[in-house]
């Protein structure tokens, strides 16, 4: 069965300092990987995937995220933190099959003016 | 164009009534997908289709929850007989194709009194 492990419940970062929220993963086979941004009263929004390729996958709003199969990681980063990233992360996984897509339990993200 | 949309967006009802959340997701998405989520925690597979067949519903809690999308494209999760530990974010999402990125739409919010 997959599992998604965010070991951080809240990450404090300066403004203009890099971020990295971390996520590992466990599949049985191929993982697909998904990174989420929920606002406050908004719904979940998607912000990057891996599936194959290359192992630093770009996203929305300058996020980025690294694919490491031997860590079994695929941790969030963000060379520069804004203010408005604050909120709450969702790392997600499913494997190659038909399976439901897993979520972490979130990590909540607040940027420091 | 328009997101995945959800209605009601709030509902409260006594216990022991029957409830219908509707979803409509983005035009011509194949899969639909249906989450429970608690608060402080990762959305929960529940159910989902592809077309109008439901292609698992192993996250379904018993059998006073169903889901149907007679025509697929409009699904309707319906909790039958509430209790309150039914109340919860109901989140529906869809995706252009089966393993795709899934669009979130804002969540119906349950309370059962």
């Known amino acids: 069965a997959q599992s998604v492990a965010q070991p951080e419940d809240q990450v404090n970062v300066a403004e203009g300092n890099p971020l990295t929220v971390k996520c590992t993963y466990s599949v049985s086979g191929n993982p697909y990987l998904f990174w989420y941004v929920q606002y406050p009263n908004r719904g979940l929004q998607f912000l990057l995937k891996y599936i194959t390729g290359d192992n630093l996958v770009k996203g929305s709003y300058g996020f980025e995220a690294e694919f490491n199969k031997s860590q079994t990681s695929f941790h969030l980063k963000k060379p520069s933190a804004l203010v408005s990233d604050s909120a709450l992360y969702f790392c997600?996984?499913?494997?190659?099959?038909?399976?439901?897509?897993?979520f972490g339990k979130g990590t909540r993200l607040s940027v420091i003016a | 164009g328009a997101g995945v949309s959800q209605s009601p967006r709030y509902k409260v009802t006594k216990r022991g009534q029957d409830v219908a959340l509707r979803c409509d997701p983005i035009s011509g998405h194949v899969s639909l997908y249906w989450y429970r989520q608690a608060l402080g925690q990762g959305p929960e597979f529940l159910t989902y289709?592809?077309?109008?067949?439901?292609?698992?519903k192993s996250g379904l809690p018993n059998d006073r929850f169903s889901a149907e999308r007679p025509e697929g494209s409009i699904s309707t999760l319906t909790i039958q007989r509430t209790e309150q530990r039914d109340s919860a974010m109901y989140r529906c999402?869809?995706?252009?194709?089966?393993?795709?990125?899934?669009?979130f739409g804002p969540g119906t919010r349950l309370t059962v009194t």
């Open positions: 289709f592809n077309y109008e067949a439901q292609q698992d």
């Open positions: 997600a996984v499913r494997d190659s099959g038909n399976t439901p897509l897993v």
């Open positions: 999402a869809s995706s252009g194709r089966t393993g795709g990125e899934q669009y």
